[in-house]
C-alpha cells in the first residue's frame, strides 16, 4: 500500500457507484532544417491555441495542456470508459474538517455483489452530486483521502487536473502528480485543500444556485486522458 501526501486547493471527485489526480549541450552547432508551418514561435503560438470541448471531442488524443486551456466545465465526458485500460478504481473516500476533525462525508464502493449496473447509461458510476450545508464554503482546510486500486499494468506518470467552476467562470484549477503505481496495488492518497477566497456575494450566489458549482476531474496515465469524472455541488443543504 502507498500513501502519498499533497497539498491543493478547493474539492475532490469521487466516482459513486450509486449513482447519485537534461539538456547537453553539442559541442558543434547544426543548422536545424525549417520545418512547414513558420517560424518556431508561430508553430507554438498554434499549438497553445486555446481548444474548445468539440475540438477535444474530435481530437483523437487528449493531453494535460488541452484540459488545462478548457473555460467551462465540459458538457460531455472526454473519453469513454474503455480508455481506463489501467482499471484504476476508487474504492473509498473521506472528507474531513482539519480544524475541528469532523467527518465531512464518507463513503466506500460497496460489494461487486450490491452493484446494480444500468447498461442504458455507460456513464452513470462517472458522476456524483454533492450536498452540503451553506456553512462548508466558511470552512478554511478540509483532508480528502481517497483510496484506489489498479489492475495488471503498472502505471507511470498519473496525474489528475481538476478543475472547479461556477457557471462558466473557472474557480480554481490545481494538478496532482501520483507518480508510478504498481501493478495490483491498493493505494490511499490524502489531499490537504485549502480553500480558495471568495466574496460574500460569491458565496451568496453559490449558496442561492445549487449545482451550478460543477468539477472536471481528469486522469492521465503518460500524458493521455485515461479516466474523466464529473461532480457538481449543491450549499443549500
Known sequence: SHYFSHKACWSIIFQNYNSQISLTMASQTK???KKKGGSVLARK???SKVKTEDDLLKSGTIRPEDVLCLKSATKEYLCSTDANKYEIEFTRFKLRDLVSGQVLFEVSKPPDSEIVQNPD???AGRFIRYQFP???LRLKTVGATIEFTVGDLEIT???MIERHYFRDRLLKSFDFDFGFVIPHSKNTVEHI???PSLTQEEVKEMIDNPFETKSDSFYFVNDRLVMHN???YGYNG
Open 31 to 33: 543548422a536545424i532544417p
Open 45 to 47: 503560438a498554434n499549438e
Open 121 to 123: 447509461d455507460p456513464n
Open 134 to 136: 451553506k456553512d462548508f
Open 157 to 159: 506518470k498519473f496525474r
Open 193 to 195: 485543500y485549502e480553500f
Open 230 to 232: 464529473k461532480a457538481d
